[in-house]
């Protein structure tokens, strides 16, 4: 069971080189390329969190991006009546915690870790200052984001689409969303 409060500890002796070090083990390094990781790892704060802790609480509204370095992180879902779904256990070299930049809303999500960890995060005012100092950075950032969420979206769809009969009703709120199986192109 997570411990009820974050856990988020800067780690202060950690240098500049030492850090970039770190974010080019990760994902996005490979996909951006060494001049954009170099500066973003001038607006990163690297951060110790404990087996057990969350990092974020689904709700929170304190607004970061995460690299995970070191360590795992399980990401959990509560639905409407309170059940909680394990949603995917992320690995050394992922990201976490990008859609809070953009929209500025509460968190999907909670996200607790599995054992101690070592994080880089991105927080928002840290985001602002990005766009202000280095704009074609901040917008490759920002590409990277569109393009995990469009690819987890794809990913999301497929898996609905698979557990979903075509005759079955969603609500959400006021609007019902029907799922209809696409005519073949034999059925004219």
């Given at each position: 069971m997570a411990k009820k409060t974050k856990g988020l500890r800067v780690v202060t002796e950690m240098e500049i080189p030492e850090l970039k070090g770190y974010l080019d083990t990760t994902q996005w390094a490979m996909e951006l390329g060494y001049e954009v990781i170099d500066v973003l790892g001038e607006y990163l704060t690297p951060v110790k969190v404990e087996e057990g802790d969350y990092v974020f609480q689904e709700h929170d509204k304190d607004p970061f991006l995460c690299f995970l370095i070191v360590g795992r992180v399980k990401i959990i879902k509560t639905d409407q009546e309170g059940n909680k779904y394990d949603v995917i256990t992320l690995r050394n070299g992922a990201s976490f915690g990008e859609m809070s930049l953009l929209h500025g809303e509460g968190r999907s999500a909670t996200a607790v870790t599995l054992k101690k960890s070592l994080l880089l995060i991105l927080p928002k005012?840290?985001?602002?200052?990005?766009?202000?100092?280095?704009?074609?950075?901040?917008?490759?950032?920002?590409?990277?984001?569109?393009?995990?969420?469009?690819g987890w979206l794809r990913r999301t769809t497929g898996m609905l689409v698979e557990n979903v009969s075509p005759e079955q009703d969603f609500e959400e709120t006021s609007t019902t969303l029907t799922m209809q199986k696409q005519p073949d192109d034999d059925d004219d």
């Open positions: 005012d840290r985001f602002e200052r990005l766009k202000e100092e280095h704009p074609d950075t901040a917008l490759e950032v920002v590409i990277k984001i569109a393009c995990d969420l469009s």
